[in-house]
Nanobody
Framework: QVELVESGGGLVQTGGSLRLSCKAS????????IGWFRQAPGKEREGVSY?????????YYADSVKGRFTISRDNAKNTVYLQMNYLKPEDTAVYYC?????????????????WGQGTQVTVSS
């Protein structure tokens, strides 16, 4: 069964940290760029961070998270992580991971075609 599963979300206070995981089963994750996206109530889904396939040599961060979030991949574990530090209330959203292109990075939501079910992140003020 082909599946992407996000985990690691939860409730945290402003300034706290969470590490999200995106684990694949049924296929090899390292063949794809992986993107982390988020969607808050009433807002469009937005790209948070992307990492290129294989050795993850290329990464992208949205300006709103630059310097606070770090994306990484562990191909041996078929997992991509999003370390989130110095969290703010405006980071509250459902976070999704998705598979992207096999080379380079995709910079649009439509560049990503297989999605997990999401994990809720709530940052209290």
């Amino acid at each position: 069964q082909v599946e992407l599963v996000e985990s690691g979300g939860g409730l945290v206070q402003t300034g706290g940290s969470l590490r999200l995981s995106c684990k694949a089963s049924g296929f090899t994750l390292d063949n794809y760029a992986i993107g982390w996206f988020r969607q808050a109530p009433g807002k469009e889904r937005e790209g948070v961070s992307y990492i290129s396939s294989r050795n993850g040599s290329s990464t992208y961060y949205a300006d709103s998270v630059k310097g606070r979030f770090t994306i990484s991949r562990d191909n041996a574990k078929n997992t991509v992580y999003l370390q989130m530090n110095y969290l703010k209330p405006e980071d509250t959203a459902v976070y999704y991971c998705a598979t992207g292109p096999p080379y380079g990075l995709g910079y649009k939501v439509t560049d990503y075609d297989y999605w997990g079910q999401g994990t809720q992140v709530t940052v209290s003020s």
